[in-house]
């Protein structure tokens, strides 16, 4: 064969291409909007992607959240909701696929995670007690504090450097876990709230080899375990990928195996399972279930709908199968690897290694120039935006909030642009205009200059908070 000049993906890495394993039956036209209109639509939005409308944006990369693409069969269980207020057909399904997937006997549903997160916090934490965990999550946290927790990241350092190469750089250092429970007490550790991947550090797994020890230190000490599983399908590919001994096994025993080190779970669906809106929380202990089972008819709905339709029911119930199909997640995983691949080859910094669902711009080294109090990832999603119409969002000091003893703004080590892949919506080519954008943007990066903020809202600031150019 002669040399070829243009070459494939495969090709460029010497081996043969994969595909999705799907084929696109229906599509959304989405149309790119001028720069000067891009420029209104940001001044607008004060320089906030969550407040820009979708119909200003090109790619949408703002979250994976909801956002995935449904299967033909998701859309045909759709068409068999089962509207009864009480005992739905369609509540049993998903039931049954929480207990053969994820391993829990016992399973609540919620309307999305924080409407879970909400219900484990006000069961199970006491007021003043602690809870260590693998990095903060923005609405994990705040429940918890709201149920008068206290946060502990006892993630291991190099989760908070975006340049180490760590391979499961979401593991729980159980040192820092031991001496909190020295200084403290195991009476006053409510749990440990585990994150599998961990968003907030750029989507990093957790090892087996980690969660296991990490039971063996919690039942020394007669601590529970409790799993954000959000995006445990994509923790458990790269326990696959990386681990050894889980090569040959499958992505959902993969999943089982990891669950049962822990006591239960709370899930946003709307990420991992495959559906547009949905949640639940499952755990083991009949008690607590029994207590959990009364809080959700408080909060969300009766205990075999908590705030979903019976056809939402059974679209999560249908993509909670599809979501642990070793090929699905491996062309998911794949795509985000493909656009990072790119981006450090173009010697652009990122997170590394390349997470699960998104590609994390490291802003503090696109910007030294600005100071972390004027947001230099809040103001790098914006010259994406403004490039492009490219939506991604900050994880950084924004998304950090207030120390609610002190008032300070919280300064993570991470500074972070998050750009979240939708699961099946976008092709090769999307990902090809991203990675120009960011290079675009990367290459005009000395003359840009930050935000400060002109109106903060109290919780959860950076869904709303508004900003100005300084
Ligand atoms: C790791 C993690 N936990 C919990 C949540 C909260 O879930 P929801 O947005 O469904 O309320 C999210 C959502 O982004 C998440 O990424």
């Not at 939506?391 to 002190?406: C, F, H, I, L, N």
Request: proline share 3%; glycine share 10%; hydrophobic share 40%.
């Amino acid at each position: 064969m002669t040399d070829l000049t243009f070459k494939t993906m495969g090709q460029q890495f010497g081996r043969r291409s994969w595909a999705e394993p799907w084929k696109i039956k229906m599509v959304e036209p989405i149309e790119v909007i001028d720069r000067e209109a891009r420029e209104r639509a940001l001044e607008e939005g004060g320089y906030n992607t969550f407040l820009l409308r979708s119909a200003d944006v090109y790619i949408d990369l703002l979250t994976d959240s909801g956002t995935s693409a449904m299967s033909d069969r998701q859309w045909a269980g759709i068409m068999m909701g089962d509207e009864a207020y009480a005992g739905s057909r369609n509540f049993y399904h998903l039931e049954e696929a929480v207990q053969t997937y994820y391993g829990y006997r016992y399973v609540v549903p919620t309307h999305q995670g924080r409407g879970a997160e909400h219900l484990i916090s006000q069961t199970v934490i006491k007021s003043g007690q602690y809870v260590p965990g693998n990095m903060y999550f923005t609405t994990t946290r705040l429940h918890q504090e709201l149920a008068g927790g206290v946060f502990v990241d006892v993630i291991i350092d190099e989760a908070h450097d975006p340049a180490s190469l760590y391979l499961f750089k979401g593991n729980v250092d159980l040192d820092k876990l031991e001496a909190l429970i020295e200084q403290v007490g195991a009476d006053n550790v409510a749990y440990v709230s585990l994150a599998g991947t961990v968003n907030m550090a750029g989507g990093q797994p957790v090892s087996m080899a980690n969660v296991r020890a990490l039971r063996k230190v919690c039942d020394k000490h007669g601590i529970r375990i409790y799993l954000d599983a959000t995006r445990m399908v994509e923790n458990a590919y790269f326990i696959q990928q990386r681990e050894e001994g889980y090569a040959d096994k499958s992505i959902a025993e993969i999943l089982l195996e990891f669950c049962g080190y822990t006591d239960g779970a709370w899930m946003s669906a709307k990420k991992d399972n495959l559906v547009n809106i949905g949640g639940w929380l499952a755990v083991n202990d009949r008690d607590l279930f029994d207590a959990l089972r009364n809080m959700v008819v408080v909060y969300e709905g009766l205990h075999t709908y908590g705030g979903m339709a019976g056809r939402d029911m059974e679209a999560l119930a249908i993509g909670i199968v599809e979501g642990v199909q070793d090929d699905h997640v491996h062309s998911r995983v794949g795509q985000v690897l493909y656009l990072g691949e790119l981006l450090t080859d173009w010697g652009i910094p990122i997170v590394h290694p390349v997470g699960g669902h998104g590609i994390f711009l490291d802003a503090k080294g696109f910007y030294p120039h600005i100071p972390q109090d004027q947001f230099p990832a809040q103001t790098l999603a914006a010259e994406l935006y403004l490039d492009s119409g490219v939506r991604g969002m900050e994880r950084g000091v924004v998304s950090a909030g207030r120390d609610p003893k002190t008032g300070d703004h919280r300064y993570p080590a991470l500074e972070l642009t998050r750009l979240a892949i939708p699961r099946r919506v976008y092709t090769q080519a999307h990902m090809d205009v991203v990675a120009e954008s960011i290079k675009s943007v990367y290459d005009g990066r000395e003359q840009t200059r930050g935000l400060k903020m002109v109106y903060e809202p109290q919780y959860l600031r950076f869904f709303q908070a508004r900003f100005e150019r300084v």
